[in-house]
């Protein structure tokens, strides 16, 4: 049920892009990202939904793939704030009942 | 600002005592979630509600119960604690299928 996050972990220089991918074994209803900094709670970016995509921030963008039970989060020119956690939770089943985190991705920006 | 309170925020308890963790928001939401973290890793599904006198167990619920009274209150009870128990534990609110988290317990079973 768990979603799979590639890659793991990734460290970035400042104004790289990266990307995280998260692939589900099941249908999805919607995807959402979540960014959690050490020590605090996950913070919601944004959310994708059946038949579209919805970009959340101006340098950060995701696209969902519903054929391949995907969703890739797009970080571009990163900052030093970008560093953090990074999760895609998804809603699973026609009625989207089941919500369910990926394994995580560690995102770590150096100057 | 997200509404939503966990309490307490750190806890230390000895093996075998029973505890409740508190969780209230005040959005409206109906549906809320209960979610087991251990540092840097993923967050584990333990128990899920879609409104008063509805749960649901997730993948760790065998240790644990939860109740759903009232629309704003989602209390998670481990009714024998062990160290295997010693982890984070994040309650949130959905706003559709957008999460709103509490700043979590972190339990220390000794």
């Known amino acids: 049920q768990q979603p799979v996050q590639s890659p793991q972990a990734v460290i970035l220089r400042e104004g790289e892009d990266a990307v995280i991918n998260c692939s589900s074994s099941?249908?999805?209803?919607?995807v959402h990202w979540y960014r959690q900094k050490h020590g605090e709670a996950p913070v919601f970016l944004m959310i994708l939904l059946k038949g579209g995509e919805q970009k959340g921030h101006e340098k950060i963008s995701a696209s969902f793939n519903e054929k391949k039970q995907q969703s890739s989060l797009y970080l571009t020119a990163s900052q030093l704030s970008y560093s953090g956690t990074y999760f895609c939770?998804?809603?699973?089943?026609?009625?989207?009942?089941?919500?369910?985190f990926g394994t995580g991705t560690s995102l770590t920006v150096i100057p | 600002e997200a509404d939503i309170y966990q309490t307490p925020r750190y806890l230390v308890i000895g093996t075998g005592k029973k505890i409740t963790l508190e969780c209230s928001q005040t959005?409206?939401?109906?549906?809320m979630y209960w979610y087991q973290q251990d540092p840097g890793m993923e967050l584990h599904l333990i128990h899920y509600s879609y409104g008063v006198n509805s749960t649901e167990k997730g993948d760790l619920s065998s240790e644990s119960t939860v109740s759903r009274i009232r629309t704003e209150h989602f209390p998670l009870t481990l009714e024998s604690a062990r160290p295997s128990h010693t982890s984070q534990y994040l309650c949130a609110s959905y706003r559709g299928t957008e999460a709103f988290f509490g700043q979590g317990t972190r339990l220390t079973v000794v």
């Open positions: 959005m409206g939401h109906d549906k």
């Open positions: 939770g998804t809603e699973t089943g026609n009625t989207g009942n089941q919500f369910y």
């Open positions: 099941k249908a999805l209803y919607s």
